[in-house]
């Protein structure tokens, strides 16, 4: 994003005004989480506090080859290996014969070497006497048709005889491994979700008795679905059906739905949960790899029963867009609202993609770093050795199909000696913001379900506003609307789309207690019926917006706007702000446009009680984004972690008792010099500086003690 040179100056003028007043990470009195409190759960005890690691699958390969992988691993400091996910047909070659004997051998030959493993239950892929044996272990599609063996995720999560055959696999692993020093957690499946439900008559059966037992009256759930629309009203529990495809069937239905799809996937997960936590030492983690901005599920529910979350950060086609991966992993930080691992990350190239370009050179490198700033301690490559058959041939590795370390097989161990080298700064420290943006899934279905506009995209809304207010604040949370939001100077809802009543009220507290609550499009329409509030927008929260949304459009050119921040243009969709209350203040207007919309408020912001409430109705364009950012990071008093950095410079900044450390990674195809307010010891370069440049994918640690 590019603002003009008046913005630029202003910019960086407030960002050095706020330095001075003493920004920087020890900002732990505000937060949102204790930062000192208690031990960080990604930082396994005896282990280095980050790791870097890579999935390997020993069953692809003679066990006369395992040590030369195990002794490339540790000459690259790999320190962890995930292991096992896919490996069902080895450990239980048929029914109820189970042989651990060689993973265990696996386990215990990388401990030789000084890696320890992170057990993956298999349940990804039943083997094939077990899909052969009991066909309704498989799902059925959308159109009607049963999964066939031979991909993967062709379990069905809702089938009973498939869980229990899960529970079974997940026991044994647990049995054998669960007191295994060299073990020193799980994974959950993989990849859950990936494949989403079953469509059969059993499932069906079991989404009615679900809406029975929320709802308890047919009566209850007609009213709040208005079933009396399109002759819908149902008069017995079995004529609900699954609502396939999805945006074709009543809102209500369709909400619900998503719904019993997170139960049903939380219930797959407690099922191996419940059978591995008895058998399990309580210093062993339980994860599961989620998929960033996947939303099949509502993510902050899955991650209840977990230790902690990790997710898969893959590029695909083209080259990290910093922001994107950055807000992937403040997203991800923010399922339990603490530090995560990344449990597969590209090396170099993927085989799934469009293009299946790879990386440039140096750029996995200032992604694992990046992912550190943000509160990763595990980056894990995905993976380390071809197999020389199967789907995924084409697929980066960091050892070709002969064995021999790949070019990009010293990238990742000059980023594992750094990890090596830098590690100790990391230990017990989180990531502090002071700054949360507020994502929820049923407001993203709500509004994917019925976009009004095709050009309505959610991800892209919620990544402008945290391009401009990272930018100015270097630290942000990603985190539920239910969250406790008392710890936060500016909290901002790009999308809040469902705000029922305790949502609502959740929300005024936090401004009466004297926050900054600013809403974006869209926000307040529905109630968690996804029904229509009776009130115009925000919902239950215009009263004390003093404001509400006249009308919404759905925009086929962009329209003028100017204001309080400057002049630009809206896109995509606008919502027509009107004043209520006399203090309600209009910031920014619609210049000519489709006549309705012609200079009304875009955007209103109303002091309430101790805090304040904005709405911004309107999708701003970069400049008049960066200058709103600049606003409302200003007038909520909220501190740059860092300081003044040039420009593609990202910093984040971990804190811990006594130091915070901050991650540099210049993500700009240019050198650029970063100025340190004094000298701080460097721990990537090993010195001691005030000032230091940095090339392309150049990254530095510096730490300060206090
Ligand atoms: C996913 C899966 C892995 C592998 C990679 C390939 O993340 O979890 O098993 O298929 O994709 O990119």
Redesign the pocket.
Known sequence: MKGNATTETRLAFIVILLFTLGGGCFADAQSSVAPFGGAVPTQLPGQDAILMGD?WYPEQWPEARWEEDLRLMEAADLKVVRIG??AWSRMEPSEGHYDFGWLERAINLAAKHHIVSVLGTPT?TPPAWLTQKFPDTLRIEENGQRAIHGG?AHGSVTSPRYRELCRKIAEQMALRFGHNPNVVGWQID??EG?ALMSYDDHARGLFQNWLLAKYKSLDNLNAHWTTSYWSQTYDNWSEIPIPVPMGSHNPGLELEWKRFVTDSWNDYLKNQIDVIRPHADGRQFITT?F?GFFDGFDHYALSEPLTFASW?D?VGSGHVDPDYNGLTHDLTRGFKRENFWV??T?PGA???AGVNNFLNRGEARAMAWQAIGHGADDINY??WRSALNG??QY?GVLVGPDGTPAPFYDEVSQTAHEFAKAESAFRGTRVVSEVALLQSYDSRWAIDLQKHTEKYDQIGVLKSYYHALRKLSQGMDVVSPYAPLEGYKLVVAPDLNVIPEDLAKHLLDYVRNGGHLVLGPRSGMKDEFNALLPQRQPGFLAEALGGRVEQYFALEKKVPISGAWGEGEGSVWAEEMKTLAPDTETLIRYGKGNGWLDTQPAAITRRYDKGRITYIGAILDDKLMGSAAEWMIHSSGVMPVFGPLPDGVEVSCRSGKGKQVFVLVNFKQEEQQVTLPHAMDLLVSGKKADAFRLPPYGVEVAIEHR
């Open positions: 999935a996910e896919f990804a993967r993989n990849e990936y790899n998929m898969d893959y449990m597969e590209q993927v085989n799934w995905w993976q789907q995924e697929h």
